[in-house]
């Protein structure tokens, strides 16, 4: 046995290179196993799906095999962006609109499906009335105008109508009776459309009177104010006179409370 071995290797390695030689393809063989370790059982571990690759490509460090799954300066393909930008099922049948993510200040992120390129528009009548169904049909319009069932079972009766266009300055007209003071269903008009629409360079009512919330009713005889015509809606739960007796403006909550979970609750 002892000559059988002699004669199988060279005879210029002596015992301690042939020793030498034995420990080094151990340790091929432990970084084999540990290789194939680190590339399907940590990856699995973490809930990544691993797929076979070849022999040759097999050895791969902790550290490569973690940057497959997180590439700092990775940048993700079309198909991968609109994914991660569709906004996720709701269950609300309400479409989403620009506005919502706009006021949300969500526009360019990865919770909204809009991009800042989508927000600007050109100055023409079009664009005008499109913004502002976009704002009475958001979130926010559904606690403010009287198209939606809610504010109309409250008395809520508002509209906001596109009038003319005068050069850069629209002309907008408010009918009907609105729980938040005039002026600032105005205001909220006028700051989506600038922000839309960077052309306009004014947006008011054809008359200071649209803005009041209260008329008075004078006698064409005498001119004597027979009474004062209150032109808001009714103040269905008493909340807006106790706000406004607090010191708190009505309209910074509005005429509904909502729940944590973001859910209108329906006025009793």
């Known amino acids: 046995h002892t000559a059988k071995a002699t004669r199988s ?5 002596t015992d301690q290179e042939l020793a030498r030689i034995e420990r080094e393809r151990e340790a091929d063989c432990l970084t084999v196993t540990m290789t194939i370790y680190i590339w399907y059982a940590i990856p699995s571990a973490l809930g990544f799906a691993t797929t076979a690759v070849p022999s040759s490509s097999r050895r791969f460090s902790a550290h490569r095999v973690v940057a497959r799954h997180s590439r700092p300066g990775h940048t993700p393909d079309a198909a991968t962006t609109a994914r991660r930008r569709r906004r996720p099922a709701s269950t609300n049948t309400r479409l989403y609109n620009l506005y919502d993510d706009w006021a949300g200040d969500l526009i360019s992120s990865s919770q909204s499906e809009f991009t800042y390129d989508d927000l600007i528009m050109p100055l023409d009548e079009g664009s005008i009335e499109q913004c502002l ?4 049909d958001s979130a926010y319009g559904e606690t403010m105008f009287g198209r939606h069932d809610v504010p109309a079972s409250v008395g809520i ?4 109508e596109f009038e003319s266009l005068e050069g850069p300055e629209a002309i907008l007209e408010l009918s009907g009776k609105f729980w938040h003071r ?6 909220k008009a ?3 459309l600038n922000a839309r629409i960077p052309e306009l360079t004014s947006v008011r009512v054809a008359t200071p009177e ?3 919330d ?3 009713v004078i006698d064409e005889f005498t001119g004597e104010v027979l009474y004062v015509d209150d032109k808001r809606s009714p103040d269905f739960n008493g909340d807006r006179a106790t706000m406004e007796y607090q010191g708190i403006d009505p309209d910074g909550r509005g005429p509904f409370v909502f729940s944590g979970g973001g859910g209108m609750i329906r006025p009793a």
């Open 214 to 216: 209260f008329e008075e």
């Open 157 to 160: 009766t508002g509209s906001i």
């Open 182 to 187: 005039r002026e600032t269903v105005l205001g």
């Open 133 to 136: 169904e976009e704002l009475m």
């Open 9 to 13: 290797r060279p005879l210029d390695i």
């Open 210 to 212: 649209e803005l009041e």
């Open 190 to 192: 006028a700051m989506y």
